[in-house]
Nanobody, 126 residues
Framework: VQLQASGGGLVQAGSSLRLSCAASGFLSDFGSVAWFRQAPDKEREGVSCIRSGSSGPTYAESVKGRFTVSRDNAKNMMYLQMNRLKPDDTAVYYC????????????????????WGQGTQVTVSS
């Protein structure tokens, strides 16, 4: 499985960015797809995830109402639309997938995922 994340950049606070992640396999085969981020000197944290068969995505509290995750199984793509960006959103963003459908509490746990993209830098200036 290969994942390729893209779409990062340098933006001002209040701006929007859309991250994309291209998967080499069939996205519909994965039990969960997710976005994570890691800021300098901080642990990697879950941003959003979609479990197969679930009623909807899961979001970290810090991004609820501002970020929207989506997946396009036909194109084997997943996206993270980020609106009203804040300087605290500055981080390297990673997409990740796993084959087995995780339990809900594992959906945003980076230790639950075995396949990762290379990361894309998002920098938000104040």
């Amino acid at each position: 499985v290969q994942l390729q994340a893209s779409g990062g950049g340098l933006v001002q606070a209040g701006s929007s960015l859309r991250l994309s992640c291209a998967a080499s396999g069939f996205l519909s085969d994965f039990g969960s797809v997710a976005w994570f981020r890691q800021a300098p000197d901080k642990e990697r944290e879950g941003v959003s995830c979609i479990r197969s068969g679930s009623s909807g995505p899961t979001y970290a509290e810090s991004v609820k109402g501002r970020f929207t995750v989506s997946r396009d199984n036909a194109k084997n793509m997943m996206y993270l639309q980020m609106n009203r960006l804040k300087p605290d959103d500055t981080a390297v963003y990673y997409c990740a997938v796993r084959f087995n459908r995780p339990l809900p509490y594992m959906c945003l746990d980076p230790k639950s995922y075995g396949y990762w993209g290379q990361g894309t830098q998002v920098t938000v200036s104040s």
